[in-house]
C-alpha cells in the first residue's frame, strides 16, 4: 500500500457521504486537524510518527526542558492560569492574615525575592549546617536524617503514609531505598565511559558546594562522599526487582528493626517525624535497609555527616544564594539531563505554591477552568470503560471461575474519581512569611506531615487525593483501591469537549483503561477487592498470566531508544500491561457506546483511525538523549514512540483500522501478538 492510500480511500468516501447533506449544512467534525498528520509516514509503519512527525519538527525543545510533551504543554497553560491567580492574590492588598490568599501571595513573594536571598547566603541553613557537623554518634546521624525528612531538607529516607498490607484498614508508615543522589544504582556500578564520566563530574559538584560552605578540604570530602554512596548503591535493589508487591511489602514495628537491623537507631530517626509510635513500618526492600544499618556503623563518622549536609545542601539548593542553585543546576541539569537553561523564576514559584498550598490553588483553579460538562461527560465515559472491563472479564477464556469472581468483585468496589475532590483541605494554622523561604518550606512539611499523620483513619485516608486538581496526570491506587483523573488532564489532546467520542475514546478512555487496568496488571493483581495483599489466583491462572506478561516483558526488551541503551522489558511490565489493556479495553467501550449504531466518516477517517489517532496524539513528546539515558534506566514508562506502536502491534483493531498486513513495519503474526484481557 502506498503511503497515504489508506486515506485517500477514506476521504473519498467521506465525500461521498457529505454530498446527501442539505446545502450549507456543515458536516460534524472529528476534533483532528488533517494538517498535523504526516502522509509521508505510513500508518502501518509507524503510527507514532506519522501522527506526530509534523509536531516533532515544528517544536522546538525549550531550553529549560528535558523532556517536552503533549502534558508538559497542558501543564504550560495550567501554569500560566495559576500564575494569573497567584498575581491576583498578590495584588490584594493587606490580606488576612492566615487566609489562602496571604499564604498564597506570600509563599510566592519569598521565592520570587532574589535580592533578599542573595544576602542571605547560606545563612537560612547555616545552622543546620553547624549542627550535622557536631554530631558525635550514629544516633546522632539517625535523628538528623529524620529531622531533615520531617522539614523537606533533604533527608534520605521520608516517610510516606500506606496501608499495612495485611490490615488494609490500618495505617502504616513505608520506606523505600534511598540515600544515593545519583539517578540509578548502575551510575555507580557500571564501568561504562558515559558513568565513569558522570562520577567524575559528581565529584566536581560535591566539591563545589562543599566549598562554597567553606570546607578546608572539599575534594577529598567529595571523594570520601561517592565511595559510601557506592557502597549504598551495591546494597540497593534494582527497579525490576522492587516492582513485586509481595516481596517489597514487609512489614515491621520499630521494635522488630532495632532488633533485626541493629546500627541505625530507628527511634531516634522516627521521632522527628512524629512517627515513632506508629505500630507498623512497611519496607519496599528489607534487605538494602539491612545493609545500610550495618554500613552505619563500619562506615567513619564524618563520612556520613558529609552524607547529610550534601543532600542538605543539594534539596535548599534552590531556596538559596543563587550561587547554590547554580551548582545544581550544572550538574543535575545541563551535565546529568542536557537541560540548557534554569527554569524561570516565576515558574518555580508557582510550582512552590503548588507544591505546598495545592488545594487552596486547585479550588481556585477548578472554580475558573474546568467544566461541570466535561465532568459529567468523562464520568460517563468511566462507566462505559468499567463496563467494558466487566464484559472482557465475562468472556476471558483462560480464568477459572473463582478467579474470575474475585477479579470481577474488584472491578466493581473500584472508586473512580473525576476533576477534583468532594471535600478541599484547608491550610489554617499554617504561617507563611514573605521573608522566610526556607523557613516557610521547614513549616509546610511540617503541617503535610501533621495532617497525613493524624487524618488517619482509612475512610479519611480513601478521601484523600494524592494529586491536585490543576495536575496533568491520573493514577491507581492499589491499598486505596481507586483511580483518580484530575482535571487539569481533560484537555486536548487527552480530552476535547468538541472532539467525536471516537477520538477521546483513543485518548481519555485509553489513559482510563490504564488505570483501572493497573488492578489488574502483575503487581496491582496481588491485592484483593478490600486492599489486602493476597493471593486469589489459581496456580494455573497464575501461570498463564506470567506466560502471557513474559511476551509482553520480551518485545520491549528488544526496543533500544539508544544504541547502547535498551529498555528493560521487567521494570516497564506495568505500565506496558497498562497501556495493552487500556487501549482494548477503551476500544471495546467506545463500541458499546455506539448501541449499534455505525460509526461515521469524519474528516475523511473511519471511526477506528480515528481512534487510534487519538490514541498516539497523547504520546507525542520530545527528550534530549542525556536524559532518555536516565529515564529508560530508572523508570517504570517505556518512552513515548514504543508505547505508542510496542502497543498497537497487539492490538487486532489496528490491523483493521489502516489495513496492516505482512510486510509492514508494525506487523506482528497473530500468534505473537499479547493479549491479557
Known sequence: MTPGAVHRVAIGLALAAGSALAAGQRAPSSGI?????????????????????????????????????AATE?????????????????????????????????????????????????????????????????????????RMASTGRGGPFEASLAFNPATPSVPAIRLSQSGVMLPDREYYLEDRDVYVAARQDYVRYLARIFALVGRPAPHDDA????????????????????????RTSTPFTLRDLERQMPGFDWRAWAEPQ????????????????????????????????????ARLLTSTAPFLHESFGAARFDFFGRLLTGQEEPIERWKRGVSLVNGYLGDALGRLYVERHFSAASRTRVERMVQQVRA????????????????????????????????????????NGLVIRADDLVGNIER??????????????????????????????????PSSHEIVVAAALLQPPYFDPAADDAVNYGAIGAVIGHEIGHALDDRGRRYDADGRLRDWW?????????????????QFSGYRPLPDVAINGALTLGENLGDLSGLIIAHRAWQLSLEGRPSPVLDGLTGDQRFFIGWARIWREKQRDEYLRAFVLSNPHAPAPFRTNGTVTNV????????VTAGDALFRPPESRVRIW
Open 388 to 427: 467494558a472491563y466487566r464484559q472482557a472479564l465475562e468472556a476471558s477464556d483462560w480464568l477459572a471461575a473463582s478467579t474470575r469472581r474475585e477479579a470481577l468483585r474488584k472491578l466493581s468496589t473500584l472508586t473512580i474519581k473525576v476533576g477534583y475532590p468532594s471535600r478541599w483541605r484547608h491550610y
Open 538 to 554: 489459581t496456580p494455573d491462572d497464575d501461570a498463564e498470566y506470567r506466560r502471557r506478561a513474559a511476551a509482553l516483558v520480551a
Open 274 to 309: 512524629g512517627i515513632s509510635r506508629n505500630a507498623t513500618v512497611v519496607l519496599a526492600q528489607p534487605s538494602f535497609f539491612e545493609g545500610f544499618a550495618g554500613l552505619i556503623q563500619s562506615e567513619p563518622l564524618e563520612v556520613w555527616q558529609l552524607w547529610l549536609a
Open 652 to 659: 487486532p483493531a489496528f490491523y483493521d483500522a489502516f489495513g
Open 74 to 146: 497542558l501543564q504550560d497553560g495550567v501554569f500560566a492560569d495559576l500564575h494569573t491567580i497567584i498575581e491576583d492574590a498578590v495584588a490584594v492588598e493587606r490580606p488576612r492574615r492566615g487566609s489562602p490568599t496571604q499564604q498564597i501571595a506570600d509563599l510566592y513573594r519569598s521565592l520570587i525575592d532574589v535580592e533578599r536571598l542573595r544576602s542571605l547566603g547560606v545563612s537560612p541553613i547555616r545552622a543546620d549546617l553547624d549542627r550535622i557537623f557536631a554530631i558525635t554518634n550514629p544516633s546522632g546521624i539517625a535523628a538528623e536524617a529524620g
Open 444 to 477: 509546610a512539611k511540617r503541617f503535610e506531615a501533621a495532617y497525613r499523620s493524624r487524618s488517619l483513619d482509612a475512610r479519611e485516608q480513601r478521601m484523600a487525593w494524592l494529586i491536585t486538581p490543576q495536575t496533568v496526570n491520573a493514577y491507581y491506587g
Open 223 to 246: 571523594a570520601a562522599l561517592v565511595a559510601l554512596e557506592t557502597r549504598l548503591a551495591g546494597v540497593q535493589w534494582t527497579r525490576a526487582d522492587s516492582r513485586d508487591p509481595l
Open 33 to 69: 486537524d488533517l494538517a498535523t498528520l504526516s502522509p509521508a509516514i505510513r500508518p502501518q509503519d509507524d503510527l507514532y510518527g506519522h501522527v506526530n512527525d509534523r509536531w516533532l519538527q515544528a517544536t522546538a525543545l525549550p531550553g529549560d526542558r528535558v523532556l517536552y510533551s
